[in-house]
C-alpha cells in the first residue's frame, strides 16, 4: 500500500486543534483481501451486473460558513443583514454571490444554491453528525462519539468495501471529519484514509511532500517490485493473488498519483494555503478510478470576530483570507469536471455545518446559525444553475420549505442510486434504516 503522510492544523472557536495525515493506498482498511476482491470482481463478469460508476465528492466547509458573504448576499439590505464583502451578479440572471467570488460568479450556471437548508444543532460537532449521518446527537457537543454510520460508510455497506472492476476503495477521507465512520455497521467501512490505522499496509511508506517528486516514487515502487520478484512470492500465489499484487503495482495505484497529471493542469489547480487545488484533483482522479464517494476538506469558517487566541479577524478578514484560495480551486474543479464530460458521473457537494448570525457582534464576527445556512451543488446529472428554496428578507430563517440534513442526504441516495429505505441490521438485532426521515430535493432531478 501507498501510505502518504502529511499534516496540518486548523482551530473552531473552542481554541482545539486538529493534525491531520493522509493515507492513500490499496485496500489495506477495507477487511477485504485483494485475491477475495478479485474472486468478486470475476464472479461480478459473470453474472452482468452493472458496476457502480457514481461518485460524491463531499467537501466539507468546516466552522459554519457565513452565508451573507458567500451565496446568499442580499445585496439590498443595510448592513447587518447583506455581505461585508459585496455582491456580484452571475452569468445567471439575478442570482448574486459573494463580492469575493469573481470566478464562481462567471459559473453559476454549472451549480445549484440551496438557500433554506436549516436544522436546530448550534454546536459544531453536533451539527456535523446530524449532517454527516442523517441523525441529531446532541451528546456530540460534549464529546460523545458519533452513534450513526455516514453517508460514505452506508454506501460502502450497499456496494461492497471495494469497487468490484477497479479494485478502488469505495470511501476515501482526504482529512479527518468528525462522523465519517461507520459506527456500528463495521470498520470494514470506515473511510480509506488519512489517519494511520490502516491494518495490513503494503510498504513502501513515502511522505506527502516527496510524493510529488516523480522519481522518489519510481524508484521507491521499483524495490517494491524486486523485493517482490526476488522473494518468489509471484510463483506461490494463485491467478488471483498474483492479479492482486499487480492491481497494487498498476492502476488503482496510479489514481493516487499526482504526477501522472498534465503539469499544466496540475499549476491551474494550485495548491493553495491549504491545498484545495491538489486535494480537488486527486478526487477527480479518485472518481474517475470509480470510488463511490471522498471527503476533501476545507476548514477556518467559524468566523466569530477578531480573536488573537486563535488567528482570527472580522467577519471580512475572515473570508478575505478563505475566499480566493476556494474560488480558484472550486472553479478550476468545475471547469475540469465539465471539460472532461464528468458532470453526470460526479457530484460535488459543497457543505458547511450551518450559517451564520444575522447580527454581527462586538468584535465583528457572526455567530453559530442553523436556522439557516447555504448547501451547493455540482454536477450529478441534475438540474443546474438554479436557486433552491429561499431565505427571508432579513435571511435569518427560510422563507420557504426548509431543507433538512436528511432531505440533502436522500438527495445524495437517489443520485448514487441507493434506496431510501436502505436498513441494516444493528447490534441490537433490529433493522434500521440508514435515512429514517428526508426526501430528495424534486427541483434537481
Known sequence: MLDIFGSHQSYCCNGSSRRNFLKVGALGMTGLALPDLLRSQAALGNSGTKAPDKTVIWLFLSGGPTHYETF????DNPLPFRSTVGTLQTNVAGTHIGGLF?????????????????HTAADHAAATHWLSTGHDHAPAGNGA?????????MLSRYRGPNHPVTGMPTYIGLDHLYAEGPAWLGTAHTPFDARGNAQGNMVPRIALDRLQDRQSLRQTLDRLERKIDQSGMMAALDEFEGRAVELVRGNAREAFDLSKEDPRLREKYGKGEKKLGENLLLARRLAEANTGLVTVWYGGWDSHGTNPSVNHGTIEQEMH???PEFDHAVS???EDLYDRGLQDKVLLAIVGEFGRSPHIN???GREHWPQLGNQVLVGGGMNMGQIIGESTVRGDVPK???ISPNDLLATLFQFLEVPLDLQYTNPAGRPTRMLETGQPITALF
Open 145 to 153: 462519539a458519533p452513534i450513526s454510520p455516514s453517508i460514505g460508510s
Open 400 to 402: 420557504t420549505q426548509p
Open 72 to 75: 446568499d448576499p442580499k445585496p
Open 102 to 118: 469573481p470566478r464562481l460568479a462567471k459559473l453559476a450556471d454549472k451549480y445549484s444554491i440551496i438557500r433554506s437548508f436549516a
Open 321 to 323: 483570507k478563505l475566499a
Open 362 to 364: 462586538k468584535d465583528g
Open 332 to 334: 478550476v474543479f468545475i
